[in-house]
């Protein structure tokens, strides 16, 4: 489990976009936010990827910096991009079991007769500083509830505000 106020794991993965997604190498003004999503098979990750990427301008210009990032592979990857209505949000692909567990997120098999992969993670939203130690975490073992970003948003102007510190460090 990570612990908030401690550095996170560095991601270096693949981008829909034929770029390359770097953790460490991101300078957000407040914020880095990774939404974790099941991937392209999801429904539910479908809704809630869309609703953020029609507001990514109210995660930017508060300096958050948002990417979406799955296990799915560059095929399915690129048909989420291709077919969700994502805006410009940033989507990043080929996150390894192993580095999804190091995020300790939850890792499901496929159901006989879905269009899942053989594995994939479940779903989990990390907001970090620009020094990349974790400030906010939520991990689920289903879909079936994703924080609201109304709530999320306002949070985080508190948070900055109000200098507001990283809690959980005693997990």
Request: with cysteine.
């Amino acid at each position: 489990m990570l612990t908030p106020g401690q550095k996170v794991p560095d991601i270096d993965l693949p981008l829909t976009i034929q770029a390359r997604f770097e953790l460490s190498k991101q300078t957000p003004q407040n914020f880095t936010m990774l939404v974790f999503y099941r991937g392209s098979h999801c429904p539910i990750c479908r809704s809630y990827l869309e609703e953020i990427g029609g507001r990514l301008d109210d995660f930017t210009s508060r300096g958050i910096s948002v990417f979406a990032i799955s296990m799915d592979d560059e095929k399915r990857a690129q048909k989420v991009d291709e077919d969700w209505s994502t805006g410009d949000l940033p989507l990043v692909y080929d996150l390894s079991e192993d580095a999804a567990r190091e995020w300790g997120l939850y890792i499901s098999e496929k159901r006989e007769g879905s269009e899942e992969p053989d594995t994939f993670s479940e779903p989990g939203l990390f907001i970090l500083r620009p020094d990349m130690t974790l400030f906010f975490a939520v991990t689920q073992s289903a879909p079936f509830t994703r924080p609201p970003l109304d709530q999320l948003l306002d949070a985080l102007d508190y948070a900055k505000k109000n200098d507001y510190p990283a809690r959980g460090s005693l997990s």
